[in-house]
Structure formats: structure tokens, C-alpha cells
């Protein structure tokens, strides 16, 4: 399910909000305190609030219109077959009060069809119970309805006699609605014990965490173990995540490392703050529905801006299937969140309204971010950009950054969408790089200096050269031949490793490094690496220059682990960097001063490009 379009009347301070469009990935609310986020994502929940709009002119119940709130819905035939079985027992079902389906077969083909609907649309509406035709239907109407209803495993057709005439669907979309719409709410939630209980849909309070976490650990451990490594990456005080009885009910429990040796060591999450729990609830739904809303309040009131930047980068990248609907007053949430659709929400007196962000206008940006209280430098995250090859470099060059003494703050990393249309020869490098100096301008119009880094991959020194020399000298390319091929350390491979099987049985990285050293020597020979070494080596400096790093670990994650686990470039390359930072810094010094040399050419005045290249 997802949201086209919706509209607020007589709503809180909206009189009447227009009709708002909204993206299908990522959509962003900002304004001042009490200038009516939290109105708007409110109205998403599984019941509208009855709050009616007052003003200076009118104040009196007795006189003020009914909220409205009217949405126009994208939905699946599967969804309204999902209702109809799942809540039969309560009675559901699909009346058709049209005249032309008065047969029991009629109804049945008709269903059938639009069961099988891979999308349908319609346009809803609410005041404070569940969703009516848009339009009012005639209630002198009468006819004789059909109701489709699922029963015992079949589906049945009863007659349900004479009654208004409505259309059915409107009906299903409320069941369809809180099925598939979660709001997350900036209040403190108590999430981290509950009863015994089998799992199912998680309560819009994520009052039942714990049920569907137990659920989660032991049917699909896989997931459980994946969503752990998310907020390991997320939250550096993590370490690891388990669901266990306690005190007759299911208790969750936080451990600071992901060794689980005694339950002393751990923490109930009530203990451990609003923020990991609401983190831990929103990957729950992000990773365990096929499409859903996931409507976030004030996420920056109880995330940290380096948390909150983090589970949105793991939610656009990984999870982007689903419809996110945020409100922030934070400049970090707006510069993380790609590809979205900005909204700002002014309020004047006792009325509110809503104004799509041109984020190519420099006028309504600068107005945006005065009234946030914040410069465009701070939303838009940086003065210098350097634009690099991918989501993991994203990633890992602001930690190897920070091991200097550079000021970091002023810096943005940025990853490129087609890295190829640099390399080919088809696409003339001066316009590639025009496109990305307008999308600079565009994205962030104070900006005034950039910088590329790419991956060497198979490109000759001449080739490189041309780049740069075209480039103006903003172009630097990784003395080896990715990033991976500064991670190919047994002893960090065997920790990262360990890491991730801990959970599933012990594993001794003293064992498991020599496994790994074992492999490498093996796999190091093999021409498919682009640099078989004789005799085989996995230390010498020029075949590291030359190896493909990033197949080569992931080859030797599967051949250490016996296909139990997969090399993702996003986690686990992150992982290797932070743990060599930790461990061994000094194997990380070419890369950190690579890095560190790249964010001087994007800081260096940058002459005419235009006698650069031409």
C-alpha cells in the first residue's frame, strides 16, 4: 500500500492543508515547534484524531466542522485479500451495493478479478472512524447489497438485505490502513517486556516488541541476525540484541558486546532509552514487511543525528520498497535524506499550511533554514563536497578522516549513482562533470569546491591520467585498485567474521585466522583476482595494487564461513575499517592519507574549469 495524496480540513491549525503529493520513498516535514508536524503525521494514525480547527473567529464546539481526512490510496488485490481472511473472524467482508452485481456468480467473478489486481487506486476519507467513499453516497438508496466473505477456508456469498448504498472498498482500505501504516510516535514507549504470546502484526505502540523479536530470533534467525547488524552499525554501544523469558513474561535484553557470556551483562531495553528502542521497532517493520508507511515523528528527539543519519542511510539503501513519512526540525536528517520530498509546515496565528521545498530555489532555502535557526552550510551539511564511488566509501572515509586533525565538520562525502559514465569513452568527461557541478549547485548552492574519488578497477595509468588532466585535478583515483584491497588483513577478516557468527556458535578468531591465511594463500594464485601472485601471497605491495579486493573477500567469506555467510560491501567492509581503526590503525595509513589528501584538493581554490578542459 502507499500514499498518493492526502488532505487536511478542520483539522488542528489546518483549515484546509490542499491536497499535499507525496513521494513513494522518502518524504520530510519540517518547520518550528508547534507549527504542526506532529498534526500531520498524527492524522496517519490508525484512528484520526477528532481535534477540530479553532481561531480567534470561532472557538465553540457546537459551531466548529468536522476534521477531515481524505487520502488517495494506491493498494494490491493481495491486500484486500489479506484483510478478508485475516480479520473474518471479526466479521469483515466486502459488500457490493452496485445493481449490476445482484448474483452470487456475478460477485464471485467480479472478486476474483479484482483480487488478482496487481494495483488499483482510490480517493477516501475520514472524519473520526474508518474510511467513507469520497464522494457521499445517496442514503435514500436502498438496495439489496452481497457481502463476499471468507468462511472455513472458502469463500462465501451471503445476501445482507436491504441498506444504504456504499461501495465496499472504502471499508477494506480501513483494515488495509492499519495493516500496513505504522506511526512511530516521539513519546517515551516501555516496549522491552510483555507476556508470553505468538507473534503477528506489531501494535502501532510497539507495545508487543518483544512478541515479535522472540518470534523473529527463532523462526527467522537469519533476519533477527541481520537487524542486530544494523543497530550494531547504528548505535557504536551495541553490541548485540536477545529475547528471553524473565519474571514470568519476554523480556529484551541489550548487550554492550556481542559476546552473550552471562545475562549480567546485559540491559532490559526499558533501560536503555527511547531512542534504540524506536530504532529497533522501525527496522522490525522495514524488515519484515513487503510495503508499508512508516510515518516517523520528531525522529531527531531521541536519535542521535549520527544514529539518526545511519538508519536512514539503512532504510533508503536497503529497504527502499516502503513509503517514509518523517518530520524533523534537525538540518542532519534533511542533508541524510536522498532523493526526498521536502515539506515545510508554517503556522501564523492560529492557522497552518503546507509548501512543497524547491530544493533548487536558493530564496526558499534560505527562508526554510532561517526559520529552522540554522545556515544552509548546516543543512545542506557542508562547504566542500567530495563525491565517491559508493554507499561504503560513504561510509568509511569520515572515520578514516577523523583519525587526522582536519576539521570534519565542513566536509560532506557523497556517493556517485553511475561511477561508469566517467570511464566511458562514449560520454565526453567535460559534460559528466558539468552535470555533476549543476547537481553540486543544486543539492547545496553554497558549495563552492569539490573533489571525485573513484576506484581504480581496471583503468591504465594513461586513462587515469586523462581523467585528471580533464578534471582540472579534481579527479583522484585509489592508488589500489578498490577499497577492499586495503582490507585483506586475516587478523580484522577473522574478528569481523567471528563477529557475525557469535550468535549462531562460539568460534575462536585465534582458529579462524589461520583458517582465513589458509584461504588467502589458496585464492591469492587464481587469475579471476586480476593479480595471480607466484608464488601465492596476499602481503606484497604490488599485488595488492593490482588485486580485485572487494571479489576476493567475498569469495573468502564463503569459502571460511561454508556459505553461511555472504560478504555485503555496505556492513562488512565498514566493519573491517572500523575494526582496523580500533586494532591496527597504522595498516590503514595509506588509505587515511589518501583521504585526507582528498579533502585538501576539494578545500583548494579550483581554477576555470572551462581552460581545463578545453
Known amino acids: 500500500m502507499m500514499v498518493r495524496k492526502f488532505r487536511l480540513q478542520n483539522f488542528g491549525p489546518f483549515v484546509d492543508s490542499g491536497w499535499i503529493c507525496l513521494s513513494d520513498t522518502m518524504n520530510i516535514f519540517v518547520g518550528e515547534n508547534n507549527s504542526g508536524k506532529s498534526a500531520v503525521l498524527r492524522s496517519f494514525g490508525e484512528n484520526f484524531p477528532h481535534v477540530r480547527h479553532r481561531s480567534s473567529k470561532e472557538w465553540r464546539a457546537e459551531y466548529l466542522p ?39 456468480e456475478r460477485v464471485e467473478n467480479f472478486a476474483q478479478k ?27 438508496v436502498a438496495v439489496n447489497s452481497l457481502i463476499l ?18 461501495d465496499g472498498i472504502p471499508a477494506l482500505i480501513t483494515w488495509v490502513w492499519q495493516e500496513n501504516v505504522f506511526f512511530f510516535q516521539a513519546l517515551r514507549a516501555s516496549p522491552g517486556k510483555m507476556g508470553f504470546g505468538a507473534p503477528g502484526k506489531l501494535d502501532q505502540n510497539a507495545s508487543n516488541l518483544a512478541i515479535q523479536l522472540n518470534g523473529l530470533q527463532g523462526d527467522r534467525p537469519e533476519v533477527f541476525a541481520k537487524l542486530v547488524s544494523h543497530l550494531v552499525s547504528i548505535f557504536p554501544t551495541v553490541g548485540n540484541l536477545s529475547v528471553s523469558p524473565a519474571d514470568g513474561m519476554l523480556e529484551i535484553r541489550v548487550w554492550s558486546t556481542r559476546e552473550q557470556q552471562r545475562r549480567e ?32 515523528d520528531e525522529i531527531s528527539s531521541y536519535l542521535h543525528p549520527a544514529a539518526a543519519k545511519a538508519l536512514l542511510r539503512i532504510l533508503q539503501s536497503d529497504y527502499p520498497q516502503h513509503q517514509y513519512v518523517i518530520s524533523t526540525h534537525s538540518p542532519d536528517i534533511l542533508s541524510a535524506g536522498r532523493d526526498a520530498k521536502v515539506f515545510w509546515i508554517r503556522k501564523s496565528g492560529f492557522e497552518s499550511s503546507i509548501t512543497e521545498v524547491d530544493l533548487t530555489d536558493l530564496k526558499v532555502l534560505r527562508d526554510v533554514t532561517g526559520q529552522l535557526g540554522v545556515s544552509m552550510t548546516d543543512v545542506f551539511a557542508a562547504e566542500h563536497i567530495v563525491w565517491v564511488d559508493g554507499e561504503t566509501e560513504e561510509a568509511c572515509f569520515p572515520m578514516l578522516l577523523a583519525q587526522s586533525k582536519d576539521d570534519t565538520r565542513s566536509v560532506l562525502f557523497i556517493p556517485l549513482l553511475h561511477t561508469g559514465d566517467f570511464h566511458d569513452r562514449k560520454v565526453r568527461a567535460d559534460k559528466v562533470f558539468q552535470i555533476y557541478e549543476r547537481l553540486t549547485g543544486a543539492t547545496a548552492p553554497v558549495v563552492s569546491k569539490v573533489a571525485f574519488n573513484f576506484d581504480a578497477d581496471d583503468l591504465s595509468p594513461e586513462k587515469q591520467l586523462e581523467l585528471q588532466t580533464r578534471s ?8 589500489r585498485r578498490n577499497l577492499e584491497s586495503y582490507l585483506i ?44 601472485a607466484d608464488p601465492p601471497t596476499f602481503s606484497d605491495e604490488a599485488w595488492l595494487v593490482r588485486v580485485d579486493g572487494a571479489k576476493l573477500i567475498a569469495d573468502l567469506f564463503l569459502r571460511v564461513t561454508e556459505s553461511t555467510l555472504e560478504y555485503r560491501k555496505t556492513t562488512h567492509s565498514v566493519s573491517l575499517v572500523r575494526d582496523l581503526l580500533q586494532n591496527e590503525p597504522n595498516l590503514l595509513k595509506e588509505l587515511t592519507d589518501y583521504v585526507v589528501e582528498l579533502v585538501l584538493v576539494a578545500k583548494r581554490q579550483i581554477l576555470d574549469c572551462h581552460a581545463c578542459l578545453n
Open 114 to 140: 479484482a483480487l488478482a489486481e496487481p494495483s488499483s487506486s482510490i480517493v477516501v476519507k475520514r472524519h473520526a472512524g474508518g474510511f467513507e467513499p469520497f464522494e457521499t453516497p445517496d442514503p435514500t
Open 149 to 166: 466473505k471468507f468462511h472455513e477456508g472458502a469463500w462465501i456469498v451471503q445476501g445482507s438485505g436491504g441498506m444504504p448504498a456504499k
Open 66 to 104: 468536522i476534521p477531515v481526512h481524505s487520502v488517495e490510496v494506491d493498494y494490491a488485490g493481495s491486500d484486500l485479500d489479506w484483510v478478508l481472511r485475516r480479520y473474518a473472524q471479526n466479521g469483515v467482508g466486502w459488500i457490493f451495493a452496485d445493481a449490476s452485481l445482484n448474483t452470487q
Open 489 to 532: 588483513h586475516p587478523s580484522a577478516i577473522a574478528r569481523v567474521i567471528a563477529a557475525e557468527l557469535e550468535h549462531v556458535k562460539p568460534v575462536s578468531v585465534v582458529q579462524l585466522k589461520a583458517e582465513v591465511e589458509r584461504v588467502l594463500l589458496e585464492l591469492s594464485a587464481e587469475r579471476r583476482y586480476g593479480a595471480p
Open 472 to 479: 582540472g585535478g579534481r579527479i583522484h583515483f585509489l592508488p
Open 265 to 296: 551483562f546485559s540491559f532490559s531495553l526499558d533501560d536503555s532509552g527511547t531512542g534504540l528502542a524506536q530504532a529497533i521497532a522501525i527496522l522490525f517493520v522495514a524488515m519484515t514487511y513487503d510495503s508499508a508507511v512508516l510515518v516517523i
